[in-house]
Each structure stands twice: as structure tokens, then as C-alpha cells.
């Protein structure tokens, strides 16, 4: 656990070999808890670091997902049973998926499955499932523009940060002037806990991401938390934000001049990879959220046009227009 502000507090895990890294937010008169992880770190890690912190947890005022991912929704059950009376909430436009694992996997994980042959399997589908918890309702969803209260002078806002997700959500602290920014931003990658890119970025709808990095360029803050890079402080914000969205730029690039010819998305994601970064190429395939966001933009666009090829199984590929 890492005291940002006074009551402002990093309560510290693991994902992956990638770093998790949940805000904990405690007022004088509620406290909030951003994301939950997955189905067993409200034991491992949240619940003893928020009392570490010096917090009640079975006191905790509000749950927030910021967005539908494993490590983020996946503990919700368990993180309810430490604090039930918690108001637990998330994006309107997430709130369908964010009920539990199987509605995770329908909706986010498992959409690339029929055209395209994409799907976590094995091993790592076990994982996954094991790490996925029962389901929980979610009691309240936001669009953006909320406050609340937590302290007599102490007031933040939701800000809707969509790119990542539909209805990924941030908390504004302007007391702090801090944004606590879940997964709104990338970079050009997800490090590791021992160095070194773990993951590739993961946006999925591209203008939405842009105008999210526009966005938070734009704020009056002096310090940013992201869920799994280091803390940005002063220019560092800007320059994080700079990465980002040239990470978007080069992959529309390359991903245009790949398509001078037909391929798949598979093809795609095996291929650029290599171009794109050095996470370990055993994940190359996560780039899927990415080029399928590139690829829808460019067929709207009319750059990109898309068929159906049926190669012993149906897949649908991609070429310049």
C-alpha cells in the first residue's frame, strides 16, 4: 500500500506479472474503493491493505468499476461480502457486462470467436474462469459529470474516458488535482512487474480513445495513477499521453500498408506485432482489441473493405479498398 494524499492510497497487486494497482480513496464522511480485481484479491491484497490504510472495510461507502475487465469486475461478489452495504456501480454503457464472468466473456472476451477464430482457450481460458467469481448486480451507473462527496471539502467527479471501453469510467480529484484513471490510457504498452513490456495496449474503439487522451492532455492535473504504470507526475502526464496516441498513429500506418493484400485478423496480430512492440509474442493475439477497432474505423471509412472466406472454416479477412 502507497499514500498518495492524505486519504488518497495505491492498494498494490499483480495481474499477469503486470502490476495492479487499485485506488482507495477515504473520507472523513465516505470512501471509495476503484475496481476490485479479480475473484480472490479482495482477500489477498484490497481488503487487508484498505485496513492497512486505516480504513473500516466493512464501512466502505462506494465500489467502482471503472471498466469490464478480469481484474477489474471480477472481485465484486467477494469485495460485497467484505462491505455489503457499499454502493457498487460502473458505466451505464458497461453495465451488461460487468454482471460477472460469463457476461464478461459474451460481451468482451469472446466477440472475435466467429469471424475471426479468436477465442482464449486451455490453460488460460482455466484461468481465467477460475479467476472470473460469481456474479454480482450493480446497484447504480454513471455517465460521466457525477460528484461525490467524501469529506466536508473534499468532492470528486466521474469523468466518462471511453476508448478502452464503451462506458470506462475516471475519478477527478481536483483537491489533489489528480486523475485516477483505471485503464483509460495505454501508452505503448503494459510493463511488467520485473521490466520489460508484459502486454500490448488494448483500446478498442479508436476515436473515442483519442479524444479520451485529448481529454485528460486537457485537465488541470499534476499528478495521474493508471491500474498498471507508474504514477505520472507534472510533464510526464503529457508525455504519457504523447505515447499514447502515437502508438495509435503507427498502428493505423502499419496496419494500412499491411493490407495492400487480403489477411485475416489472426494474420494481422501475428504479423504486426513484431512492428508494434516487445511484449512477449506468446500474446501477440491480444492486439485483436486494437486492430479490430483500426479495421472497424477504416471499413466505415471506406479505406478497408472486408469478405468472408471460408478456408475449411468461415473467418473473415481485410484489404485495402
Not at 40 to 50: E, G, L, R, S
Not at 116 to 136: F, M, N, Q, S, V
Not at 227 to 236: D, F, L, M, N, Q
Not at 287 to 315: A, F, I, K, T
Request: net charge negative.
Amino acid at each position: 500500500m502507497k499514500q498518495l494524499f492524505e486519504g488518497v492510497h495505491i492498494l498494490e497487486g499483480e495481474i499477469g506479472g503486470r502490476p495492479l494497482q487499485l485506488i482507495y480513496l477515504q473520507g472523513a464522511t465516505a470512501s471509495l474503493l476503484m475496481d476490485t480485481g479479480c475473484a480472490h484479491d479482495p482477500a489477498k491484497f484490497i481488503a487487508p491493505q484498505i485496513a492497512e490504510a486505516g480504513g473500516e472495510v466493512s464501512s466502505l461507502t462506494w465500489i467502482l468499476n471503472t471498466h469490464p475487465d478480469l481484474d477489474h469486475i471480477c472481485g465484486n461478489h467477494e469485495m460485497k461480502r467484505f462491505a455489503p452495504h457499499a454502493i457498487l456501480g460502473c458505466g451505464d454503457a458497461d453495465r451488461h457486462i460487468c454482471q460477472g464472468i460469463d457476461t464478461l466473456m459474451q460481451y468482451r472476451y469472446d466477440v472475435y470467436k466467429n469471424d475471426h477464430g479468436i477465442a482464449y482457450e486451455g490453460d488460460t481460458l482455466e484461468w481465467i474462469r477460475a479467476e472470473g467469481g460469481k456474479p454480482e448486480a450493480i446497484d447504480v451507473t454513471f455517465r460521466g459529470g457525477e460528484h461525490i462527496r467524501l469529506g466536508p471539502e473534499w468532492e470528486v467527479e466521474l469523468l466518462a474516458v471511453p476508448g478502452h471501453a464503451e462506458g470506462h469510467l475516471a475519478v477527478y480529484d481536483p483537491l489533489h488535482q489528480a486523475l485516477y484513471g483505471g485503464d483509460a490510457i495505454h501508452g505503448s504498452g503494459n510493463p511488467g512487474r520485473a521490466g520489460g513490456v508484459k502486454l500490448c495496449p488494448t483500446y478498442e474503439n479508436v476515436d473515442e480513445y483519442l479524444g479520451t487522451i485529448d481529454r485528460i492532455e486537457g485537465l488541470p492535473i499534476t499528478t495521474y495513477v493508471g491500474c498498471h504504470w507508474p504514477v505520472k507526475r507534472g510533464a510526464e502526464i503529457a508525455e504519457f499521453c504523447r505515447e499514447s496516441r502515437d502508438f495509435v498513429q503507427t498502428t493505423e500506418r502499419v496496419l494500412l500498408d499491411r493490407l495492400t493484400r487480403p489477411h485475416t485478423l489472426r494474420e494481422l496480430c501475428t504479423i504486426l506485432g513484431r512492428e508494434l512492440g516487445e511484449w512477449p509474442r506468446e500474446t501477440d493475439l491480444e492486439l485483436v482489441y486494437v486492430l479490430n477497432g483500426h479495421l472497424r474505423r477504416m471499413c466505415e471509412r471506406g479505406m478497408v473493405s472486408s469478405q468472408m472466406r471460408n478456408n475449411g472454416r468461415p473467418v473473415r479477412e481485410f484489404v485495402r479498398s
